[in-house]
């Protein structure tokens, strides 16, 4: 196995980069996923771009934010609701590292990415899981998933990361199945993590049981569009959160999640108000 170790330099002193802190934004692009995680040391980080009509949204909420270049992009798999403006991003913003699955699907809006990455000069750098990337001192980036070469389901190429930040960790899920699931856990030890972006919009595709028993979040994101049509988030997951104590914060409730960690604590800011 290879493990491909970025370092993205900060020219802070030491002692600012053990106390960088973050932010995590679930942006609500309806049903589709796009996250922000941009680090008190001014690391920029996008994983998917929404779908094909986000991508404005999500580049002026970039702009808004005063980002003017993305230090790493993480495109979690090719289906339409994670890179259909995955083009616009790349074409708006300088882009230092780009990773996504070795895997390709015959699309347009697959077509359209791969041209961008060409007509850019990006480096695909493959996702996989082994794979570590370090925004400071004490944050750090893991790929957990995927890693196998080959799946039945587009979905379980997904690319799962966890950030780990001083005491606080993250379990992003993107749209990863119960055969990833199943992989990952073994990978992931019995350490808990604080919160849980719940896999494929709810879906009752993963999220079981087992990896809730075995990762205890304490709170969950699950990106979600109003009354979608695949009437997303399940009953069953849902469920299974609540059984365990999960505190969920769904997009299409309360719009754009923003959650803020010093590495202790977390906070958390929602668009709409919290009933
Ligand atoms: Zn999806």
């Given at each position: 196995m290879t493990i491909v170790m970025l370092f993205l330099f900060s020219p802070q002193p030491a002692e600012a980069l053990w106390k960088t802190n973050m932010e995590l934004h679930f942006l609500d692009v309806g049903q589709a996923d796009a996250i922000y995680l941009e680090t008190s040391n001014g690391k920029n980080v996008l994983i998917d771009s929404g779908d094909e009509h986000d991508g404005e949204k999500v580049v002026s909420y970039l702009q808004n934010r005063?980002?003017?270049?993305?230090d790493l992009v993480i495109a979690?798999?090719?289906h339409h609701d994670h890179i259909g403006s995955m083009d616009r991003i790349l074409e708006s913003f300088d882009v230092d590292s780009f990773y996504m699955p070795t895997v390709t699907y015959h699309t347009s809006y697959y077509k359209r990415l791969i041209n961008s990455i060409d007509r850019n000069g990006i480096v695909i750098h493959e996702a996989k899981a082994g794979v570590k990337v370090k925004l400071a001192r004490n944050i750090k980036i893991e790929f957990l998933a995927p890693s196998k070469k080959r799946y039945k389901s587009l979905n379980d190429y997904s690319a799962v990361i966890r950030i780990q930040h001083n005491k606080n960790s993250f379990l992003l899920m993107a749209d990863a199945g119960v055969v990833s699931e199943r992989q990952l856990l073994k990978r992931l030890g019995d350490d808990p993590v604080d919160l849980i972006k719940v896999a494929h919009h709810g879906a009752n595709t993963g999220t079981t049981k087992e990896l809730l028993r075995r990762t205890k979040p304490k709170h969950a994101v699950i990106s979600v569009g109003r009354k979608n049509k695949y009437g997303y988030p399940s009953k069953e997951v849902l469920n299974r959160l609540k059984k365990n104590d999960v505190q969920v914060f769904r997009t299409d409730k309360l719009g754009t999640i923003i959650i803020k960690s010093d590495g202790k604590t977390l906070k958390v800011l929602t668009e709409l108000p919290q009933s």
């Open positions: 005063g980002v003017e270049h993305l979690t798999h090719p």
